[in-house]
């Protein structure tokens, strides 16, 4: 779970960044990892809140050093295999998302 407080919404600049680091915990080994936050409660109005999470939508996508911009495989994952596709286990497969290690 992750929080992000109302000083948040103290100017653009740190709103961003805020958007920017909660899309990082929540799709940390796109979501594989127990520490990727599945819930954000955010402290604001209803049209702060509406405008973290538009941007938060816009960081989702994404390329991170841990996490895939387009879900599936996480990079740095091993190659894909008909029992283990992309390293991880079957019920996190993402068909037509995979792509072997470089």
Same mark, same amino acid.
């Given at each position: 779970?992750a929080?992000?407080?109302?000083?948040?919404?103290a100017?653009?600049?740190s709103?961003?960044?805020a +958007?920017d680091?909660?899309?990082?915990?929540?799709?940390?080994?796109n979501?594989?990892?127990?520490?990727?936050?599945r819930h954000i409660?955010?402290?604001?109005g209803i049209?702060q809140?509406?405008?973290f999470?538009?941007?938060?939508h816009?960081q989702?996508?994404t390329?991170?050093?841990? +996490?895939?911009?387009t879900g599936g495989?996480t990079?740095g994952?091993?190659?894909?295999?008909?029992?283990r596709?992309c390293?991880?286990?079957?019920?996190?497969?993402?068909?037509?998302?995979c792509?072997?290690?470089a």
């Amino acid at each position: 779970m992750a929080v992000i407080g109302r000083e948040a919404f103290a100017s653009e600049r740190s709103l961003r960044e805020a +958007a920017d680091l909660a899309a990082a915990d929540v799709t940390v080994f796109n979501q594989d990892a127990c520490v990727a936050a599945r819930h954000i409660c955010v402290e604001g109005g209803i049209e702060q809140v509406d405008r973290f999470g538009a941007l938060l939508h816009e960081q989702l996508g994404t390329q991170r050093e841990f +996490a895939s911009e387009t879900g599936g495989c996480t990079p740095g994952t091993s190659a894909p295999s008909p029992r283990r596709p992309c390293g991880l286990s079957t019920t996190s497969y993402a068909p037509g998302r995979c792509r072997a290690a470089a």
